[in-house]
C-alpha cells in the first residue's frame, strides 16, 4: 500500500520561505515521477511542480517560477518543495503526489496516489 506523508507546512509571513517534504513509501520510489498540487478554498487543485523518476527533469507552474524548486532524495524516498518569497496567494492545502509514470506530468489525472496534504498560510 502506498503512503504518502507530508510535512513542513505552517504559517509564515509574506517574503518567508518554507521547505515542504514528502516520505513515500510502499511501491518502487525510483521508477515514477512525483508532483506537489495545492488546492485554496474555493478552488480547483493546481499544479505546482513536478519532478521525473530520475530528477533531471523538473517543471513548476508559472505563478511559482522563481521561488519555487522541487526536488527528490532517491536514497531516502522523498521528494520536497523549497519555497521562497511566499505571497499570499500561495496560502492553500498543499498535496504530494506520485504519478503512474516516470515522466513528470502536470494533469493530476497522472497521479494515482496522493497524501492528506499540509496547510501553508501565508499572512501578516
Known amino acids: 500500500q502506498v503512503q504518502l506523508i507530508e510535512s513542513g507546512g505552517g504559517l509564515v509571513q509574506p517574503g518567508g520561505s518554507l521547505r515542504l517534504s514528502c516520505a513515500a513509501s510502499?511501491?518502487?520510489?525510483?521508477?515514477?515521477?512525483m508532483g506537489w498540487f495545492r488546492q485554496a478554498p474555493g478552488k480547483e487543485r493546481q499544479f505546482v511542480a513536478s519532478?521525473?523518476?530520475?530528477?533531471?527533469?523538473?517543471y513548476v507552474a508559472d505563478s511559482v517560477k522563481g521561488r519555487f524548486t522541487i526536488s527528490r532524495d532517491n536514497a531516502k524516498n522523498t521528494v520536497s518543495l523549497k519555497m521562497n518569497n511566499l505571497k499570499p496567494e500561495d496560502t492553500a492545502v498543499y498535496y504530494c503526489?506520485?504519478?503512474?509514470?516516470?515522466?513528470?506530468?502536470?494533469?493530476?489525472?497522472?497521479?494515482?496516489?496522493w497524501g492528506q496534504g499540509t496547510q501553508v498560510t501565508v499572512s501578516q
Open positions: 510502499g511501491r518502487t520510489f525510483t521508477s515514477y515521477a
Open positions: 519532478i521525473s523518476y530520475s530528477g533531471r527533469a523538473t
Open positions: 503526489a506520485q504519478s503512474t509514470r516516470g515522466w513528470a506530468p502536470q494533469n493530476p489525472d497522472e497521479y494515482a496516489y
